[in-house]
């Protein structure tokens, strides 16, 4: 199974905070995509590399971030 982030896309604003505070580095901004107000939104590229720290969820302003554990 593993751990698993979801981001509420019709939250996130794209500031990528999140980015920057995951300490594997694989939060990312979605290029290919915008949200209803027209933001990139942000992914985690691969779950399997998740440690669940919850440091993206911590940094992120607007609380679109959710972490689930193993």
Do not use: F, W
Not at 15 to 44: E, F, H, Q, T, W
């Amino acid at each position: 199974m593993g751990n698993h982030v979801t981001v509420d896309e019709t939250i996130c604003k794209g500031c990528a905070l999140c980015n920057v505070a995951c300490p594997k580095k694989i939060m990312a901004l979605d290029r290919n995509r915008l949200n209803a107000k027209g933001y990139n939104v942000s992914y985690c590229r691969d779950e399997g590399l998740c440690i669940a720290c919850g440091m993206c969820a911590v940094m992120c302003p607007d609380s679109a971030i959710t972490i689930e554990k193993e």
